[in-house]
Nanobody, 125 residues
Framework: QVQLVESGGGLVQAGGSLRLSCAAS????????MGWFRQAPGKEREFVAA????????YYADSVKGRFTISRDKSKNTVYLQMNTLTPEDTGVYYC??????????????????WGQGTQVTASS
């Protein structure tokens, strides 16, 4: 069973930066992607960013384009999310997920096969 462990969340002022990490206990899938989602209180879990396991193409939600960057270190089975210019609207629990290529669209949380426990990100105004 693959385990995903997120870290790096915290409290920052609006305009600040945080870097999240997601470490997998082992290689997840040969194809598919790793993704970051977030969930604010009373809202559904929403797509933030994803990176393909083959080729490394990155995909972003419109709300974070130009501010967030997803990357990976294959040797460490780790995915990162660099978040800059944070706003209060970015506040929520951030989850890392792993999706196999046959599991549906990367933009839907229901398509992901494994999840981490989440890490809280709070940007105060």
């Amino acid at each position: 069973q693959v385990q995903l462990v997120e870290s790096g969340g915290g409290l920052v002022q609006a305009g600040g930066s945080l870097r999240l990490s997601c470490a997998a206990s082992e290689r997840t899938f040969s194809s598919g992607n790793m993704g970051w989602f977030r969930q604010a209180p009373g809202k559904e879990r929403e797509f933030v960013a994803a990176i393909a396991l083959i080729g490394g193409n990155a995909y972003y939600a419109d709300s974070v384009k130009g501010r967030f960057t997803i990357s990976r270190d294959k040797s460490k089975n780790t995915v990162y999310l660099q978040m800059n210019t944070l706003t209060p609207e970015d506040t929520g629990v951030y989850y890392c997920g792993a999706r196999a290529a046959y599991s549906g669209t990367m933009y839907s949380h229901s398509a992901y096969n494994y999840w981490g426990q989440g890490t809280q990100v709070t940007a105060s105004s």
